[in-house]
């Protein structure tokens, strides 16, 4: 760890309970708080494990938003329900699809505030880019999110509500009583690789993510879930442990100089600190590797000799290294690697002995790739020749 100021987050909380219309959101809550409520409204202890089952299963199963269609509940039950608790997500406020299918949704949270959240199908699988905070505290001088002053962190009820959000539009919802052959999912995996930094709000993360993977909630699989940081080094070990699901570390750099530029964070627990942590990430089988993701910006982070100091850098660690073609934004201060420069970089990594795919930007035509991500209702923004000065570069 270097000796630099800390980097405090600046980040408005909400109450976890939205009051509208003094109604109680259910979803987001953990099984143990839903069957306190439950509890507190007069379901018999011994019942409220049960019953929270089977609220779990028409909500994250079955996409039900209407306490009447819970046939297996008793109807004064049900009515109890519908007086107390709502079953809210974000509203989406417009939707755009692009030329290769990428679909980007802008929804609204509470407080008239926005996020996006991008939707990728492949052959093989599709995917959910979800978003964990309103714009993010971090100021990673690529990334377009990190000009985004208004900060705050989405409760769980929100990040979990991006993914059924995404299930209404590609309808979804198996019929009640059954459900989807994992294989034949639309959306089967999910990234937290949209708007703000995960581990900076990890409780809520964490309540979302468990529902996610839930066998009675939206049922995936822990392995199809990667979490994608910055390098919040004392929050890492916890994610294994609490999370279990995949992780991905925006890596950007092979060396402190240039990554306290690219990746700020990196003033404060550094390559060292960070690769310490990732050592010890426990995993439980071998084929679980780390993803390093590395934006490919040019003559900044390029070079060959970056690429065999990473590859000694990461020695020891099951990884993957995932290169991103830079994606510019409007105003942003660098360029896209050359074509050859990236399949250069990538040819060493691969000779050693590690996958090095190099991502497919998607999207693009809708500003829905990687990093280029902004709700366009914030006011504050910073200037180019602000951006410029924390990327350490003229124009
Ligand atoms: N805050 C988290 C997750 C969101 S960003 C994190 O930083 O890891 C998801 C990935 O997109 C990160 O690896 C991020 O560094 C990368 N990224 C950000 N801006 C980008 C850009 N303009 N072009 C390409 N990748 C970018
Ligand atoms: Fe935040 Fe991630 Fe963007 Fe950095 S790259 S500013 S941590 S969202």
């Known amino acids: 760890m270097t000796a630099n100021a800390p980097i405090t987050p600046d980040i408005l909380t909400v109450p976890r309970k939205e009051a509208e219309a003094g109604k109680t959101n259910l979803v987001g809550m953990t099984r143990d708080a839903m069957r306190q409520a439950l509890v507190g409204i007069g379901v018999p202890e011994k019942q409220a494990k049960m019953r929270v089952g089977q609220i779990w299963q028409w909500i994250y199963q ?58 990728i199908p492949e052959t093989d699988r599709g995917t959910l880019c979800i978003s964990s905070q309103v714009g993010c505290t971090l100021t990673c001088s690529f990334c377009h999110t990190g000009t985004q002053k208004l900060v705050r962190n989405l409760t769980a009820a929100e990040i979990i509500g991006q993914v059924m959000m995404a299930r209404d539009d590609l309808d979804e919802w198996p019929v009640p009583g059954t459900r989807n052959p994992d294989e034949a999912r639309l959306l089967s995996n999910i990234v937290l690789m949209g708007m703000g930094e995960p581990l900076y709000n990890f409780d809520n993360v964490r309540d979302a993510m468990k529902i996610a993977m839930d066998p009675e909630g939206i049922q995936l699989s822990r392995r199809r879930i990667t979490l994608s940081t910055s390098g919040v080094v ?162």
């Open 62 to 119: 079955w996409g039900k938003r209407d306490f009447s269609e819970m046939t297996n509940l008793s109807k004064a039950l049900r009515a109890q329900l519908e007086e107390g608790f709502e079953i809210a997500i974000p509203e989406v406020v417009s939707k755009q699809v692009s030329e290769d299918g990428t679909r980007k949704y802008l929804v609204r949270i509470a407080g008239g505030h926005e996020v996006e959240v991008v939707y």
């Open 234 to 395: 004392p929050e890492i070990a916890r994610t294994a442990q609490e999370i279990g699901c995949l992780l991905a570390v925006s890596f950007h750099a092979t060396t402190d100089e240039v990554r306290d530029k690219l990746v700020p964070i990196n003033k404060r627990w550094n390559i060292e600190a960070l690769l310490e942590a990732l050592r010890a990430y426990p995993r439980l089988a071998n084929s679980e590797r780390i993803t390093f993701e590395y934006v490919m910006l040019d003559h900044v982070n390029d070079s060959k000799e970056d690429a065999h100091r990473l590859v000694k850098l990461i020695e020891g660690i099951p990884a993957k290294i995932n290169l991103i073609p830079f994606n510019e934004w409007p105003g942003s201060p660098y360029q896209r690697s050359s074509n050859n420069r990236i399949h250069a970089f990538a040819d060493i990594i691969h000779d050693a002995g590690y996958a090095s795919p190099i991502r497919k930007p998607r999207g693009e035509d809708i500003m829905a790739a990687c990093g280029q991500l902004k709700s366009a209702t914030e006011r504050a923004r910073k200037s180019r020749k602000q951006i410029e000065a924390e990327a350490g570069v003229k124009s």
